[in-house]
């Protein structure tokens, strides 16, 4: 089972950047999905999550109107279109796949059973 994020890079503040998360061994269209960040030193916290059928989503307030989950069942990927990016989205981002038939978002990391190894995101001011 593996999911693999990429897309990261370094942007100039203003840009924009989309984040794949592919997985596999894993189906994703019964799971939820999330993503969250890491910044050095501070803690994981949560970004955007999406229900298995992509209806639902949930952004953290600081990426509201900025970014934009997504996803591709039948690919087996899920997207997080970054906009507008600012210094302080600078993190590693990780995307996480719920358990099966689950219904509902979390916004925590126990919400989460398998974890991709991240990509690094830098934002330049």
């Known amino acids: 089972v593996q999911l693999q994020a990429s897309g990261g890079g370094l942007v100039q503040a203003g840009g924009s950047l989309r984040l794949s998360c592919a997985a596999s061994?894993?189906?994703?269209?019964?799971?939820?999905m999330g993503w969250f960040r890491q910044a050095p030193g501070k803690e994981r916290e949560f970004v955007s999550g999406?229900?298995?059928?992509?209806?639902?989503?949930v952004y953290a307030d600081f990426v509201k109107g900025r970014f934009t989950i997504s996803r591709d069942n039948p690919k087996n990927t899920v997207y997080l279109r970054m906009n507008s990016l600012k210094p302080e989205d600078t993190a590693v981002y990780y995307c996480?796949?719920?358990?099966?038939?689950?219904?509902?978002?979390?916004?925590?990391?126990?919400?989460?059973?398998?974890w991709g190894q991240g990509t690094l995101v830098t934002v330049s001011s």
């Open positions: 996480a796949a719920g358990p099966a038939t689950t219904v509902g978002i979390s916004t925590t990391v126990r919400g989460y059973d398998f």
């Open positions: 999406i229900s298995w059928s992509g209806v639902s989503t």
């Open positions: 061994g894993l189906t994703l269209s019964s799971r939820r």
